[in-house]
Structures are given as C-alpha cells and as structure tokens.
C-alpha cells in the first residue's frame, strides 16, 4: 500500500485546511515545488495535488505551481491532480503537461456524461474523487451535499471506465482522528477498481489498520496535516504500509 503526501495549494502556496474550510488554511511552505521534492527524496511513490482555488472557482487556478512540481518531479513517480476540472481541454493539458492522472469530483456527480466522455478520451488517466459525510456525497470543495449514495455512485462511475476511486470521509479531513476505515473498506469491497483512502490519516495505527484491508481493494492512503505538523513520520508510515 502507498503513503500518498497531499500537496493541497491555494494562492500558489501549499497549505492545509480543516474540513475544506478555504478560511481555515495553515500554510506550510511557499514553495509547492520544494515541497514535492521533499516527499520524492523521502521515498514518495505517488504525489496527490489539489488546487483548492480551483474546486472552488470551477477552473484551475494554480497551474504555475502545478507546472513547477511536476517540473521537478518529472517521471519519477506518477503525480495525481484534483480541483477545478470540468472540461475535457483542461484534462488534456494537464496530462500534456505531465500530470498522471487527473481527479475528477463534482463535476463526475453534476455531469456523469462529462466523466463518461473523460474516461473515453484518456482511458487510464481518469481517477474519480467521492468526497462523503455519512455515506452521502458532496460537491464543490465540500460546500453541498447531495442525496447521492457513495456506493451507489461509486459503481456507476466503474462501468464508466475510471481508473481509481479517491473516497474521503470529510467530516475527519484535517482533523487528525483517523480515516473513517470502516466506510473506506465498506466501499472497496463493493468495487473491482483500486480505493484510496483519504481524510483524517492520523497515526502509524491507522495504517496498520487500512493495510489489513489491503486485499479488499485499497491501494494507497493520502497524509497531509498529519505530516506537515510531524505527528506522522513519512519514513515510518511507508515502513507500515509495506507490512514492516
């Protein structure tokens, strides 16, 4: 299983935020790029990124600092990249650019045929992101809930072709009171296509418990607040999460 650092940037800066609240953002480098380097030089398989600007403005807004980090990181590992994509234009400039796969969440629960259209177009690259709070799903950068059952959509969006699932429980992002595992194993066993776990990774502990469930489905877990404020020693979470 992968340990996946989040590098979340608003206003070109790499931040943290508890619960998507965007007036509730610590900022932890001014440097995205250097902070993607760090990750890499510590052992980082994969990079998660979101422009939090753009979930929130419906267009990317950080592509400079997205272009930088991937400057930087190169083909080393595969970098993913969610917030803002809502046309098929912006997923081909991004992969153009070098990203690996690109994230798509509310515009997959507002405009399926977007995400359908998607998977067709760039078969492999489309990873799709379900955001819940008590198994229903929300919307743009976590401001609206909907009816939408995550299971339910989760399984549409498989026939449709997506690569992944990224399912974060947003009632525990940012909030170090660990992943909602239970809900994250629930989902993985209902699907073919590889779960990452995300929201709320806290401790060693957590890991050990999602790499028991390993087999279900679950493939990797995104780390943000936890290791920015060094409750959460990277070296140590890869050890865990390859069973050492």
Not at 102 to 124: Q, R
Not at 160 to 172: C, H, K, L, N, S
Not at 218 to 239: M, N, P, R, S
């Amino acid at each position: 299983m992968q340990i996946i650092p989040a590098i979340d940037i608003k206003d070109g800066h790499c931040v943290r935020l508890k619960q998507g609240e965007m007036h509730s953002a610590t900022v932890f480098s001014e440097d995205p790029a250097a902070m993607a380097q760090h990750w890499l030089e510590l052992g980082a398989e994969r990079l998660h990124i979101v422009d939090l600007n753009g979930a929130v403005a419906g267009v990317p807004r950080n592509e400079l600092a997205i272009r930088e980090i991937v400057s930087v990181i190169g083909e080393e590992i595969p970098i993913q990249l969610g917030g803002g994509i809502r046309d098929l234009e912006t997923i081909e400039r991004y992969l153009d650019d070098g990203i690996t796969y690109v994230i798509i969440g509310t515009a997959a629960v507002k405009n399926p045929g977007f995400l359908h259209e998607a998977c067709s177009a760039f078969p492999g690259h489309i990873i799709v992101g379900l955001d819940a709070r008590d198994g229903k799903v929300a919307t743009d950068g976590w401001s609206k809930m909907t009816g939408h059952d995550v299971v339910d959509l989760a399984r549409k969006f498989e026939d449709y072709g997506v690569e992944a699932v990224v399912y974060t429980d947003i009632g525990r992002d940012g909030m170090l009171t660990g992943i909602n595992v239970e809900a994250t194993v629930k989902l993985a066993r209902e699907l073919k296509i590889p779960v990452i776990a995300s929201g709320g990774l806290a401790s060693i502990d957590c890991i050990f418990d999602l790499v028991k469930h390993e087999s279900d489905g679950i493939v990797g877990a995104i780390a943000g607040l936890a290791l920015y404020e060094g409750k959460l020693d990277f070296k140590a979470a890869l050890k865990a999460a390859k069973g050492l």
